[in-house]
């Protein structure tokens, strides 16, 4: 993969996981009163993405936003960030080794 192809994902990776931690932010200000529509929308760019190893997680945590499940939505989006935190920093080392 090219260094520009991989600066984009990257791109795309941060602007996730900016969105992840709003929501995130949201999640424990507001608890079980979140606005799960809000963060329906908010996670726009997590829908778009286009991850297989993301894909099963993604589904899932689609599933718990339309059932308004605050504990499992916080949990599954503290995975899904661990996961892309993990694949920014393996990104950033293939730019660098480049």
Do not use: C, P
Not at 8 to 20: A, R
Not at 60 to 75: A, G, M, P, R, S
Not at 89 to 98: A, F, G, S, V
């Amino acid at each position: 993969m090219s260094v520009n192809k991989k600066y984009f994902q990257l791109q795309d990776l941060i602007l996730v996981k900016t969105s992840i931690e709003k929501v995130l932010l949201h999640l424990n200000e507001r608890k079980e009163k979140s606005v799960f529509k809000w963060i329906d929308r908010e996670l726009t760019g997590l829908w778009n993405l286009n991850d297989e190893e993301l894909k099963a997680d993604i589904s899932e945590l689609k599933q718990y936003i339309k059932k308004e499940d605050y504990t499992n939505v916080k949990n599954k989006l503290e995975k899904i960030k661990t996961k892309i935190e993990e694949k920014i920093d393996k990104l950033y080392k293939e730019m660098l080794n480049y």
